[in-house]
C-alpha cells in the first residue's frame, strides 16, 4: 500500500513540475521496491524498448503517437504516466492486466479508451485534456475503478 500512496502523492508533483524548463529528480536513501522507468522530457516520437519487469513508467512531455504493441510483454506494469503527448490510441494498454493507475492528461488527439475488461486491478485513469469528455460506458461497469478523471467540454 505504500508504493500506491507514493505513487499517487508522486505524479501530482509530475504534472506541477511540467511547467519548469529544468525538472530535477531527487533520488534518497529511502528503499522502494518498484522498478520505474522515467523518460520523460525527452522529446521522443517512438519508445525503445523497454525492461520487462518495469513496474512504473513515465513518459511525460515527449511527442509520442503510439504505444507500441510491445506493450502487451510488459506483465508488471502497474502504473504508467503518458501525458503531454500526442497519442490518438491507447488500445494495447487494454491488455496490461496489472496496471492499476493510468495518465494520460493533455493528450489532444485521444478520443476513446478501450474496454480494460482485462486490466481487474485498474483503479485511477485520467484523461484530463483529451478529447475524452465523459465516462466511457466500459468504464462504468469496471468494480476496480475508484477515480475517473476527464473534462467536461466539447469534442473538437
Known amino acids: 500500500m505504500k508504493a500506491i500512496t507514493f505513487i499517487l502523492m ?3 508533483l509530475i504534472g506541477f513540475s511540467q511547467m519548469n524548463d529544468s525538472i530535477i529528480v531527487y533520488h534518497g536513501n529511502g528503499a522502494f521496491e518498484r522498478n520505474i522507468i522515467d523518460l520523460s522530457n525527452n522529446n521522443l516520437t517512438e519508445l525503445p524498448v ?3 519487469d518495469v513496474e512504473i513508467l513515465i513518459l511525460d512531455n515527449n511527442n509520442l503517437i503510439e504505444i507500441p504493441n510491445w506493450f502487451v510483454n510488459l506483465k508488471n506494469l ?3 504516466s503518458i501525458r503531454n503527448n500526442n497519442l490518438m490510441d491507447v488500445s494495447v494498454l487494454m ?3 496489472n496496471l492499476e493507475e493510468l495518465y ?3 493528450n489532444p488527439n485521444l478520443n ?3 474496454s480494460f475488461s482485462f486490466c481487474k486491478k485498474l483503479k485511477i485513469i485520467d484523461v484530463v485534456n483529451t478529447r475524452i ?3 466511457p460506458i466500459s468504464i462504468r461497469g469496471m468494480e476496480s475503478i475508484a477515480y475517473f478523471k476527464y473534462s467536461a467540454t466539447k469534442k473538437k
Open 10 to 12: 508522486f505524479f501530482p
Open 50 to 52: 523497454i525492461d520487462r
Open 78 to 80: 502497474r502504473s504508467v
Open 95 to 97: 491488455y496490461c492486466e
Open 104 to 106: 494520460l492528461s493533455n
Open 112 to 114: 476513446d479508451l478501450p
Open 133 to 135: 469528455n465523459e465516462l
